[in-house]
């Protein structure tokens, strides 16, 4: 009985999972077919013909007569529309000749002009007061063809500068996940190829540490290959991920090494973009425990004040070493952690790196999504 209750749920989940699939799918078609620029021009045009058509309607009291004047309206207005979207527009207007695509429209608007004049004096050939206001009104035919042509125009710049600002974006996020990408991949060399030594020279002693060091090593790799691939990782797991980090350089250098991390406030599930702090941490071990240092030091301090996470870093240094060295050092660099810090938090956060004759300070603060 059991086993028949798990088959029938497990039908039901697949059925249910179908539907879902068909459903997704159907709507897909529906937005495709939507998107399309055929589809969406005759839907506005055919909204705009029965806009024009009531109108003329309640104004005249003869529908015929508003079906026939709006087809020939909307026609003559469908001509000088796709004739500046389809050609003045991309022959002039973005080849930024502004003038001359000026010229072209106004020309379009006069030579459109009298012929809707001749078409609607033959329309009018009972009616001897509408052929004598069309010939008197020549010049609001042609500001009604002018301003239509001029309102495509506005439309069409609009939708050029959305498309351009929606493809930025999504480059700039492209780009933002690239440099992502790299970042995971620059688990320094060195660093892999001494912690994997030290393990070796551990397990030959066979000290009750190695475990402990491999469950760290396999945890951070873990972590940037499979779990920093959202967009938003839990704060306490990148914490984590820096503690395991920092224990792991610590078994590299050795116990008599200045090496302290501290880490203040709750630090839970709130929300922060992975990988924004190893390449900080990564700096200040290459250039604060250097073996041209006899007392070198790290010192790290995260801190987690409402809903701003706080970074400060101190590493000792060699007096000659330049601060521009120290930028492109380590990780992918601070300039380009930067760079991926105005990405993803514009105008969110403050970074400050001092150079100091027997240091580097290097303050970090980061406002956390509000969702967190």
């Given at each position: 009985?059991?086993?028949?209750?798990?088959?029938?749920?497990?039908?039901?989940?697949?059925?249910?999972?179908?539907?879902?699939?068909?459903?997704?799918?159907?709507?897909?078609?529906?937005?495709?077919?939507?998107?399309?620029?055929?589809?969406?021009?005759?839907?506005?045009?055919?909204?705009?013909?029965?806009?024009?058509?009531?109108?003329?309607?309640?104004k005249n009291g003869s529908f015929a007569d508003a079906l026939i004047s709006e087809t020939i309206n909307i026609s003559l207005y469908i001509a000088i529309v796709y004739f500046n979207l389809n050609y003045l527009i991309p022959?002039?207007?973005?080849?930024?000749?502004?003038?001359?695509?000026?010229?072209?429209?106004?020309?379009?608007?006069?030579?459109?002009?009298?012929?809707?004049?001749?078409?609607f004096y033959f329309l009018y050939a009972n009616k001897p007061l509408n052929q004598e206001y069309l010939i008197f009104n020549m010049g609001y035919i042609f500001l009604s063809m002018f301003m239509i042509a001029c309102f495509s125009t506005i439309i069409q710049v609009m939708t050029d500068w959305l498309r351009h600002r929606q493809e930025k974006k999504e480059l700039e996020t492209k780009t933002m996940q690239s440099e992502l990408n790299f970042l995971k991949s620059q688990i320094n060399p060195h660093f892999l190829f001494n912690t994997l030594n030290s393990l070796y020279a551990l397990t030959l002693k066979k000290s009750e540490k190695a475990p402990e060091i491999v469950i760290q090593l396999s945890e951070?790799?873990?972590?940037?290959?499979?779990?920093?691939?959202?967009?938003r990782v839990p704060l306490r797991k990148e914490v984590n991920y820096?503690?395991?980090?920092?224990?792991?350089?610590?078994?590299?250098?050795?116990?008599?090494?200045?090496l302290q991390f501290t880490v203040k406030g709750e630090i839970g599930d709130q929300k922060i973009a992975p990988l924004m702090f190893i390449p900080f941490i990564e700096n200040s071990f290459k250039h604060g425990l250097s073996n041209q240092i006899k007392h070198?030091?790290?010192?790290?301090?995260l801190e987690l004040v409402d809903g701003v996470i706080k970074l400060h870093i101190q590493n000792s240094k060699t007096p000659a070493q330049p601060l521009?060295?120290?930028?492109?050092?380590?990780?992918?660099g601070l300039v380009n952690i930067q760079r991926r810090l105005d990405l993803i938090y514009p105008e969110r956060y403050t970074l400050e790196i001092r150079d100091q004759p027997d240091r580097y300070i290097i303050n970090l603060s980061i406002e956390l999504d509000d969702q967190s």
């Open positions: 009985m059991h086993c028949l209750m798990l088959q029938w749920k497990s039908v039901i989940s697949v059925t249910e999972s179908m539907n879902t699939s068909v459903h997704l799918s159907f709507l897909d078609k529906i937005y495709h077919f939507f998107s399309r620029r055929i589809v969406r021009h005759s839907l506005l045009w055919i909204v705009l013909y029965a806009v024009f058509v009531t109108l003329h309607f309640l022959r002039y207007l973005t080849q930024r000749t502004f003038a001359t695509y000026c010229i072209l429209l106004i020309f379009a608007a006069i030579a459109l002009t009298p012929i809707k004049t001749v078409i951070i790799m873990r972590y940037m290959l499979y779990e920093c691939n959202e967009r820096m503690k395991n980090y920092i224990e792991l350089e610590r078994l590299r250098q050795g116990s008599d090494v200045d070198g030091f790290v010192h790290i301090c521009q060295e120290h930028k492109r050092s380590g990780g992918i």
